[in-house]
């Protein structure tokens, strides 16, 4: 199995930073694309910032210019370097690893992390 482990959330003062890692570990072969997602209290599940094994990157509209992704594809590891950080930012972050094909496997499949608590203060 592949797991997915979260790191770098808490509680910070608005306009301050944090940054969110997550490591993919398994016997893995490659792994297509890594985002982060977020899901505030109350609402559904919202994309972040994705990026793909060459480097291209997707951001919602309401964290470009504030966030930024990338990735260490020999690590299997995905950052979101968060700036300016807002109250509605405040949610529980997720990572994903989209189209992770397994040493072994024949085909891909997606995986999640556990989720990490980021708060935002006002």
């Known amino acids: 199995q592949v797991r997915l482990v979260e790191s770098g959330g808490g509680l910070v003062q608005a306009g301050g930073s944090l940054r969110l890692s997550c490591a993919a570990s398994?016997?893995?072969?490659?792994?297509?694309?890594m985002g982060w997602y977020r899901q505030a209290p109350g609402k559904q599940r919202e994309l972040v910032a994705t990026?793909?094994?060459?480097?291209?990157?997707n951001y919602a509209d309401s964290v470009k210019g504030r966030f930024t992704i990338s990735r260490e594809n020999a690590k299997n590891t995905v950052y979101l370097q968060m700036n300016s950080l807002k109250s509605e930012d405040t949610a529980v972050y997720y990572c994903a690893a989209e189209k992770v094909l397994r040493l072994g496997a024949r085909r891909e499949e997606d995986y999640w992390g556990q989720g990490t608590q980021v708060t935002v203060s006002s």
């Open positions: 398994g016997r893995i072969f490659g792994i297509s694309a």
């Open positions: 990026i793909t094994n060459r480097g291209s990157t």
